[in-house]
């Protein structure tokens, strides 16, 4: 009886370790999808932060069924992005971040309009999205590296879209300061770095009709690489930041 009882135990791992090992056979992720969100006035790659506050890719892996579960990764600051680790399959995908959305939906959920791309990935692929930024930020000419070693910009702000619906008050306007070009609201130094914040339409409009000009605080900046970054934002959507390209100055 022991012997049976043993025989028939030790079949069961065999057929247990079988089953495992037919699991952890399956060849790990290796297709790559890459490509970029650009502004669509201006062709140029959209200015994001690094990390969560950014512009985030989506994908919707619709293979097997119509009811995916999302899956998400972080685009690179410039706008472009690349991942290297996806399983080969049929993916919808899309970007969202701070532009008008490509996928639109009306009150009761139901979608109305729809500018997501469906790739079938096996190897490599590349999507690129053309979007309409909430706010383009634009430099006039270069930092000024003050008599006190403070450093003034002068910078320009416009709406990216005629989208009545993406055309709310700017609510705070940020000039960030960081010793990495990685400059955004997730890395900046607050010493130095200035916020201003607004509550009305009317200082909206001032806004985006006029050069502006911020001087960072906290005295003089340290003697090293310093990197300068505008970002902006409006009351709408998930209320993320609209970006310049980072800046340095030398000869702090």
Partial sequence: ??????????????????????????????????????D???????????????????LLEIS??????????????????????LFAATYKVSVEGPFVPLVRTDNSGTVVSDSSQTITLKGSATVN???QPFLRVTWIGKPVLNADKTVTVQFKLARGTRDADYQQQITDVNLYVSNTQYDGNNN?????????????QHQTDSLLSNTLTLTTKGGALPAQ???FRIGARIDAGLRQYNYSTPMSVSGL
């Fill in 129 to 131: 999205f053309k979007v």
């Fill in 40 to 58: 669509e006035g201006t062709g140029e790659g959209l200015q994001t932060e690094i990390g969560g506050g950014g512009t985030r890719v989506k």
């Fill in 1 to 38: 009886m022991k012997k049976i009882f043993y025989y028939t135990a030790f079949c069961l791992a065999v057929a247990a370790f079988s089953s495992c090992s037919k699991v952890d056979n399956y060849a790990p992720p290796s297709s790559t999808l890459s490509g970029s969100t650009v």
């Fill in 64 to 85: 097997y069924g119509p009811n995916p579960v999302p899956q998400y990764f972080q685009s690179k600051q410039d706008g472009t992005f690349n991942n290297t680790k």
């Fill in 225 to 227: 690489d310093v990197y």
């Fill in 188 to 200: 900046y130094d607050p010493r130095y770095s200035v916020t201003q914040t607004f509550s009305s």
